[in-house]
């Protein structure tokens, strides 16, 4: 409904000018007098409003007034610097004042450096809320005064649930400001994410996770991806293909290894999964720690070879578990390969482990230490020769054993290898797919070997948990005391890589959660605000040069998340 | 002759009211016209106020412009 915003009142002139209860001699002269009477009235709402007009627009000319005073001072100021400027002096060329004025105006300290400031804060300034109680002529206040006031509805808010002011199911006068807030609010953070997620760059924390993410993300992609989506499915996919790679690495590192590594390699995953067992309670630590502390051990105590009993003295489980633990393991693995350098460190010499080590770096370390176990284990017991060489090389572990068996541990790494795979073979290893095949070959050497390889294993495992059930019993709990203690601190450098991608997942969306809230908050109430930042972000896409790589950050980051 | 006098009363009644409405009609309609005055007169005088709110923003940007242009200059020498 229009309000007028001046009514010159009465407007009913002639109405109700009679008294009803007064005789009056000469009713037509007491209603021409009455309408004199209003007309008058009418006069004088004319001059008051009239002079409210007057008033308004002498206030307007007044600031115009006042404006182009200003102006015209700045003018003559303007006028006298031009005057004095010297065409001799070197100036800097008309570009370069273009390009640095912006930046110069607000750190220059000069005279008219506050004068600069105002005039760029004018400049600036957007006129906001024109349409509002504030700006609104004193006849319209008194119009809106003269009007109904709403229904105090605010006055139910105590008894709503969802928060909301009754009132402005009435009558919201911030309705539309709320519209286009919200709209621009919704425009900014969209470019903000086309442009690559700009926030998270000026963050600094933020920036070294992505950075971590990045380091690890890098060298493989699709692994990687892989390797995430497994980390949050227990990694059963990085397994197999790690197991398959490691006997063709074995192949063409020593064909005489081969014969040995084939006996083994049905062991190895057999190993892996004993690992696994042990590591069942601690997921990760079995993988990563046994490799790194085993080594240790040996060169420094006498008793390592007791703790690697110890450790298979777990042994009888791990046989049993063999066939079972296998799950675990594979999900541990993933995990592990962050912790393997720290065991090529420990085991130098050995060819094969030392090439598979150095194929798979970190990772491949992890296999390897449960292979010395076995050794170990095996030549107190008397073992089969490979047992044997390797029991007697595993103390050797440290230094460097090129004998084959070494090689065979090293094998057990074969998880490890994953990431190795990629790197020096990746033509071979490629195909994921194909490798499983390979696998049974390699094991069976002929077609159903497979299964007997593991029924040794499983023979010789027996083997050796009985060896190691036979061995004093104060090594194994020694050694699970010691591996127990271990593992912990060894999973930590594993955990603590997850926990930085995963955290990395969480402060992006915490600060998406905290920037929106900020904006809200900033531009509740501020155009100005709001289309500064608008500008901002505007001005930051064309400036942002490296858009390729943060989209691709971006789009990388948007697929994890989701 | 009290009926005709009585007639002629009320005619000259009904004439003076005529005359008397006459005479307020002319200055409601004077009301009016100043009203109306007023009114464009408001609305012409908020027009051109307009105008030169908006030169007077204009040369204030470029007075600021050019201050930057200036002042850049002589802080550079």
């Given at each position: ?184 609010l919704i425009d900014t953070e969209r470019m903000m994410h086309d442009r690559g997620k700009k926030p998270h760059k000026p963050r600094a924390e933020g920036g070294q996770g992505q950075r971590s993410k990045k380091k690890v993300r890098l060298p493989h992609n699709t692994r990687e991806r892989q390797k995430q989506i497994a980390v949050g499915h227990g ?328 | ?77």
């Amino acid at each position: 409904m229009p309000l007028p915003k001046r009514v010159i009142e009465p407007i009913h002139v002639t109405r109700g000018t009679l008294p009803e209860d007064y005789p009056l001699p000469s009713e037509l002269e007491g209603v021409t007098n009455g309408t004199l009477a209003n007309t008058v009235r009418q006069l004088s709402s004319l001059s008051r409003h009239a002079e409210d007009m007057f008033g308004e627009l002498a206030r307007d000319a007044q600031q115009l007034y006042d404006r182009s005073n200003s102006l015209q001072a700045r003018i003559d100021r303007l006028a006298i610097k031009v005057t004095q400027l010297d065409s001799t002096v070197e100036e800097v060329s008309l570009q370069d004042i273009h390009m640095r004025k912006a930046f110069k105006s607000s750190t220059v300290f000069d005279q008219h450096d506050i004068r600069k400031r105002k005039a760029f804060k004018s400049s600036t300034m957007f006129d906001q809320h024109i349409f509002a109680r504030p700006t609104m002529p004193t006849a319209m206040h008194e119009t809106y005064a003269v009007c109904d006031r709403p229904p105090p509805l605010d006055k139910l808010n105590c008894y709503r649930d969802d928060g909301k002011d009754g009132l402005k199911f009435y009558t919201d006068p911030n309705y539309f400001f709320e519209l286009w807030r919200q709209e621009m609010l919704i425009d900014t953070e969209r470019m903000m994410h086309d442009r690559g997620k700009k926030p998270h760059k000026p963050r600094a924390e933020g920036g070294q996770g992505q950075r971590s993410k990045k380091k690890v993300r890098l060298p493989h992609n699709t692994r990687e991806r892989q390797k995430q989506i497994a980390v949050g499915h227990g990694e059963t996919i990085m397994n197999p293909s790690a197991i398959y790679r490691t006997p063709q690495q074995i192949q063409q590192l020593h064909p005489d290894d081969m014969m040995l590594a084939d006996q083994q390699r049905p062991p190895r995953p057999n190993s892996i999964e004993i690992r696994r067992s042990y590591g069942g309670p601690g997921q990760e630590m079995p993988d990563g720690m046994p490799s790194p502390a085993a080594y240790h051990h040996y060169d420094e105590n006498p008793y390592s070879q007791g703790m690697m009993q110890g450790m298979y003295g777990q042994g009888p489980l791990s046989s049993e578990s063999l066939n079972m633990p296998g799950t675990p393991t594979r999900k541990i693995r993933p995990s592990q390969p962050p912790p393997a350098p720290p065991s090529n460190g420990s085991t130098p010499s050995a060819n094969t482990p030392t090439r598979g080590r150095s194929m798979s770096t970190g990772r491949d370390t992890l296999p390897p230490p449960p292979p010395p176990p076995e050794a170990v284990s095996s030549p107190p017991n008397g073992l089969p020769a490979h047992l044997a060489r390797q029991s007697s090389q595993s103390p050797r572990s440290q230094s460097p054993a090129p004998d084959p068996q070494q090689d065979l541990p090293p094998p057990p790494p074969a998880p490890k290898q994953q990431s190795p795979p990629k790197q020096q073979q990746p033509a071979v290893a490629a195909p994921p797919p194909p490798p499983p095949p390979p696998m049974p070959m390699v094991n069976g050497g002929g077609a159903a070997q497979g299964s007997p390889p593991q029924a040794l294993m499983n023979g010789v495992m027996g083997n050796l948990a009985h060896i190691l059930n036979s061995t004093p019993p104060k090594l194994t709990p020694v050694k699970d005391r010691q591996i127990a203690q271990k593992p912990p601190p060894m999973a930590d450098p594993r955990n603590d890589l997850l926990k930085a991608i995963r955290d990395g997942i969480k402060l992006r969306k915490v600060e998406k959660s905290e920037q929106k809230e900020v904006e809200r908050g900033n531009g509740l109430h501020d155009v100005a605000s709001i289309l500064a930042r608008r500008v901002a972000v505007e001005l930051s896409d064309t400036d942002s040069g490296s858009d390729s790589d943060s989209d691709n950050e971006g789009w990388g980051e948007n697929e994890t998340s989701a | 002759m009290s009926a005709p006098k009585a007639g002629e009363a009320v005619q000259k009644q009904i004439q003076q009211d005529w005359l008397n409405r006459e005479y307020i009609e002319v200055i409601t309609i004077s009301i009016k016209k100043i009203t109306d005055f007023l009114n464009s007169f408001d609305l012409s005088c908020r027009s051109k106020l307009a105008g030169l709110n908006e030169k007077l923003t204009i040369l204030e940007r470029k007075i600021d412009y050019l201050e930057a242009c200036v002042t850049k200059g002589e802080t550079l020498t």
